[in-house]
């Protein structure tokens, strides 16, 4: 039996925690499908994460779900801010329930990048990248201060108030994520998203509680696992993403991680996702696993955790080595994904599992697995 096929437990600070069939993940991967502009999640997203869970996945996250409006990556992004989108989500839950995969959502808010267009071949098209025109419905951002990001329209340096406000934005979505049905709560902490851009000196030039020390710039963080962990029921477990590193002198590194790992398992994080960079130009590696040393890292640091890699990991024997060596407990799938829904089925069966074990849906046992 293959590692990856093997079902992996997610501990929870009360009650008997998570298993996952097995260990592979879908990535959070933006869909940029609410054309009403509403946040709602729809038929596209039933028929997305639908089909992979019947594809096998043990764990299926949603794209980045958004916890306020003005948090969108985009105006179609998905979103958890108030609960009409909390009713849309649960049918979409219930089917990856039906189809024996847990259900994961990606909590989020993009800060200084958010009010961009969505990234569809059609926007790219017609030179619509970036921040939204103010005529094309563009919003005002917020960020830990006005540091601009890839040369989009700068943010507003969030004021104490609304950092605290925003603290109980993030509980609030956990709490209708929870009464949608979902089992995995992830908050979404890379990328250069809000949350990474107060972890990181490269955007976090604050001079106040918020700012400066390693301490102080974690402390945004802090307050959101702290208070999501809070409304999160304890019976279910807690993930965090992190980009595990800046790549880039004087940003935040993999060793800010690993610390900052240990203190988020303290406060009831037990799953961590490894992806990375999302703030200035890109100076990492590239290449098959080029993300898998970071997730190593952090593993080392909370051994008892669920710890994914993720980033160009195709191949299902890359993916089985990934577990093997140690480096980590499980995968995390986004583009290989997107092209074949049924990755872990085929995964499992060119892995050697048996007919019995592959988990594919029972209308597709037609199929040569
Ligand atoms: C279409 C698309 C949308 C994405 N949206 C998100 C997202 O919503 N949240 C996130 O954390 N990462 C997002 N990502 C990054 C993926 O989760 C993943 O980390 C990345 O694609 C690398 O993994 P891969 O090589 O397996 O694709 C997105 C990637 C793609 C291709």
Redesign the pocket.
Known sequence: MSKLFTPVHLAVPEGPGLTLRNRTVL?????YSVTTLDGVPHAWHLAHLGARAAGGFGLVFT??AAITAQGR?SDQDAGIWNDAQGRAWSPIVDFIHSQGAAAGI?L?HAGGKASTYA?LPQQVAEHKIGSISATDGGWETLGPAETEIFGLTSPWSMTLEQIAASVQDWADAALRADAAGFDVAQI?A??GYLVHQFLSPLTNTRTDAYGGSFENRTRYAREVITAVRAAWPAHKPLAI?FSGDDWVEGGWRIADTVRFAAEAFELGVSAFDL?SAGIGKYHGPSGPGFQVPLAAAVKQAVPDAFVTA?????DPSQAEQVLVTGSADGV???????KNPNWPAVAASELGASRDDIPFAAQYWRAHW
């Open positions: 990535a959070p991967m933006c869909q794209e980045a990556i990606q989020a990234w979404h890379a990328h993403r992806s993720v980033g160009m990991i195709n995390s799938i986004g583009r290989a994904a997107l």
